[in-house]
């Protein structure tokens, strides 16, 4: 499968993702409102947006340049292999 490169189709995407957040949402707070878990559900929604800032925009302009992206699968495998770069690098 290749990237998507058309501007209409990543708008589209953009918009279907969220149309899926929003009704998600609302379907969770209709079914049990309070606002306990409005506040719980903005935090999450909050939490994991920053997440994902970081593991992309942040790691790729402030810590490593050379870092591309292509997926949350990929950040991990990043993860993972400079562990693996610093466990190799203590043991010289």
Avoid at 9 to 36: C, I, N, P
Avoid at 42 to 61: D, E, N, T
């Amino acid at each position: 499968m290749t990237d998507i490169k058309s501007p209409a189709l990543l708008y589209a995407k953009g918009f279907l993702m969220l149309v899926v957040g929003t009704l998600a949402s609302v379907l969770l707070l209709v079914d049990r409102f309070e606002l306990k878990n409005a506040i719980l559900l903005a935090l999450a929604v909050w939490g994991f947006c920053r997440a994902y800032y970081f593991a992309f925009y942040v790691i790729q302009h402030y810590i490593d340049p050379q870092y591309r992206f292509a997926g949350l699968v990929d950040f991990i495998r990043y993860c993972a292999n400079r562990g693996n770069q610093h466990s190799h690098r203590e043991a010289q």
